[in-house]
């Protein structure tokens, strides 16, 4: 610039510098930088370039390639000795496969040709041992002429050589610990409900073959808490197998088994390899008590379904009493009372609805329902057990009249020989719904006490158990309900006689299968119901095996039920109390009447005794069910065969057949005529055997009397 601040003329260039300008590079500083430029462009090359190693760009890089490779070396003699180790067994798996001919088996067997490549088959395994001779000869053969001309460097370099192929093949692959790849940390749901996934799953679970495959119906959806997915089975599949294989399935699934739901899709749209799927995102059962809904309402119709708890997708199962009866069992701290008072209190909010309620413990919890129950026991003393089958004969008696009484109606009031909704309200027909609730059954079936029965030696509980028997059989036709309840479920303490006509079934946590398929039915633990495997802190979490519609379409179902504490419960009855009051239906003891009616002993002997052989209620157990099946056939003939007293008495034939043989019964083979005319050999027992069995134990009971 100027001393006056003007700015100095820029002189304009000429053309050729121009020219030389636009032609030029621009750089920064002075020409002997444009070596360093060079340098930074190799630099940023090196720096970019894939193919100039991660570890050789930085000086940080490089120590860190060091010190791993220093790692590597120290561990190197260890996952060396490892690899060889696994890939000695892998090898030694692999010729044992092969000289055992797995692969030819396996393919005899998928085309179900075994049987006929037997004799090819035992050809191909002696061939193959021969090349394993022939080999394993020829090595240690070279093995021994490298020894000679090179001396022990040539063991070293055939040692050395196999090591490395032993290494090599039992080298660890991507998924480690396993060879086999698999996924590294936990499988999320959205990715076990992959269709690809779901069906290697079905795979492992050995559900579907090598080369079957599932046919989505509905693709996976979140549905609530979890997934579902419907799936169709291969033609030779059945959804029977899938559910009694879920836990198998659970753990290919990766999830614990009380989240998985699978249920077979009946009617129109459903056919028996039909299956739907539930997967819960966590534990269904892990959640707050849910309130029971009866607690907001006035009064309850007992012909309707009771709210009895909600399954894994947090549907209501509702169960219907008229018609059925319910045992409950489970081990004590399960909530087996609270599941017992749910379906009580359905029957208290009915002012016509009548309860005999005995109570085996001797505790409190039912204490409430003496201020609604007809009749009332609670405790376990001899007078305690005599009230409960003085009670027992009153009602059997009442059936009788029942009985007597619908058949003088006309067809328009009774069209079925059933009870009905009207006249169980009808106060001069004196028929109303009637429920049987014994908690702790056990205490009244248990008790040895000796007494005649009709002139026959018995016990007290055998007669109660008799009683009980009769009105499970005869009573839901003219409105008697029997709710049972046990902490206690052996084949010793509820005859077979008696839970064979228990219509519904609820067992919450029991020991073990043997006590699940006791309160739910002979072989559920085969189908995939066993209520041993339930967790001990999902209380009040259950087994259902429904006598009616519930809302589930399923054999038996895992449900939770309501919570209902003591003061909600004592509410019920107080509210139960006042709709009786009301309603002029408050009868018996909690109208502050004990009076029984008067009975007939022998009228109700006759009935429990009717088509029953003599002696039947002092027998033991299977016997007793035995004899009661097969009736007048234990005179009349002479072989029966084990498979038909299995089915009919619903019994595990293993258990059966042992409790069979401690009574001096033991099977034997005979010639039956079949179905299609043809004479087989069948397994089973003479009537001669179990006749010489029945008098032998009606002997003992007579020699312990005296």
Not at 660 to 687: H, I, K, L, N
């Amino acid at each position: 610039m100027t001393e006056q601040g003007e700015p100095l003329p820029i002189p304009r260039p000429s053309s050729e510098v121009e020219s030389a300008v636009f032609e030029a590079e621009i750089v920064d500083g002075a020409p002997s930088s444009q070596g360093r430029s060079r340098w930074q462009r190799f630099m940023n090359w090196w720096q970019r370039s894939p193919r100039v190693p991660a570890a050789v760009k930085s000086w940080k890089a490089a120590k860190l390639a060091v010190l791993d490779f220093l790692a590597f070396v120290v561990r190197l003699p260890w996952r060396f000795i490892g690899a060889v180790g696994r890939g000695t067994v892998a090898a030694v798996r692999a010729w044992r496969q092969w000289v055992r001919v797995h692969d030819y088996r396996d393919a005899a067997e998928q085309s179900e040709k075994l049987a006929d490549k037997f004799v090819e088959i035992r050809e191909l395994t002696l061939f193959r041992w021969k090349v394993t001779g022939a080999v394993a000869l020829a090595s240690a053969a070279l093995t021994v002429v490298a020894y000679v001309l090179y001396g022990v460097p040539a063991l070293w370099a055939v040692g050395g050589l196999v090591s490395a192929a032993l290494a090599i093949f039992g080298r660890r692959k991507e998924g480690s610990p396993g060879r086999k790849p698999v996924l590294s940390g936990p499988r999320n749901l959205t990715w076990t409900m992959d269709p690809n996934i779901l069906v290697e799953a079905f795979r492992d679970a050995k559900l579907l073959g090598k080369d079957e495959s599932l046919r989505l119906v509905e693709r996976a959806a979140h549905d609530g808490s979890g997934w579902a997915v419907t799936v169709d089975l291969p033609a030779t599949r059945k959804a029977a197998d899938v559910i009694k294989h879920r836990e198998a399935l659970a753990s290919a699934l990766a999830v614990d088994e009380l989240q998985l739901l699978v249920e077979r899709v009946r009617g129109r749209g459903g056919h028996a390899g039909r299956v739907f799927l539930w997967v819960a995102d966590d534990d269904p059962y892990a959640r707050p008590p849910m309130r029971f809904p009866l607690l907001d309402v006035e009064q309850w119709d007992a012909w309707r379904a009771i709210p009895f708890g909600r399954d894994a997708r947090n549907r209501r199962i509702d169960l219907q009493l008229v018609w059925t009866s319910l045992l409950v069992g489970a081990i004590p701290r399960q909530g087996k009372t609270f599941s017992t008072r749910i379906p009580a209190a359905g029957l208290i909010l009915d002012p016509h609805a009548r309860l005999y309620v005995f109570d085996g413990k001797g505790g409190k919890d039912w204490d409430a329902a003496e201020a609604v129950a007809h009749r009332f026991v609670c405790g376990d003393e001899i007078e305690h057990v005599e009230a409960v089958r003085d009670h027992l004969v009153e009602l059997v008696a009442e059936v009788q009249a029942r009985y007597t009484r619908m058949a003088t109606l006309d067809d328009d009031t009774c069209p079925e020989s059933k009870i009905t909704p009207v006249i169980s309200r009808d106060t001069d027909l004196g028929m109303p719904i009637t429920a049987v609730i014994i908690d702790e059954v056990q205490v009244y079936l248990e008790n040895s006490t000796r007494e005649d029965v009709g002139g026959k030696k018995s016990t007290i509980g055998a007669y109660i158990a008799d009683l009980l028997t009769y009105l499970t059989r005869k009573g839901p036709a003219v409105g008697i309900v029997v709710i049972l309840a046990t902490q206690r479920p052996d084949s010793n303490t509820i005859p077979s006689r008696l839970r064979a006509v228990l219509g519904s079934r609820f067992a919450l946590r029991v020991m073990d299968w043997r006590d699940s398929n006791i309160v739910l039915g002979e072989q559920m633990n085969t189908r995939g119901f066993d209520a041993s495997a339930l967790l001990p802190s999902h209380k009040g979490v259950g087994i259902l095996r429904p006598d009616s519609e519930t809302g589930a379409d399923a054999l038996a179902l895992t449900v939770r039920t309501f919570f209902m504490p003591n003061p909600e419960w004592r509410a019920v009855c107080e509210r139960g109390r006042a709709l009786r009051e009301a309603a002029g239906t408050l009868t018996g003891h909690a109208a502050g009447d004990d009076d029984q009616r008067a009975v007939d002993p022998a009228a109700v002997v006759k009935a429990l005794g009717a088509g029953v052989p003599e002696g039947l209620a002092a027998l033991p157990e299977p016997l007793a069910a035995v004899v009661d099946y097969l009736g007048d056939d234990l005179q009349d003939r002479d072989f029966v065969p084990t498979a038909e007293l299995v089915d009919a008495l619903d019994v595990e034939p293993t258990m059966f057949g042992r409790q069979m043989g401690e009574f001096g019964c033991q099977p034997r083979r005979a010639r039956m005529p079949s179905d299609d005319g043809t004479v087989r050999q069948v397994r089973g027992y003479y009537t001669a055997d179990l006749r010489a069995a029945v008098e032998e134990a009606r002997g003992g009971e007579e020699t312990d009397d005296e």
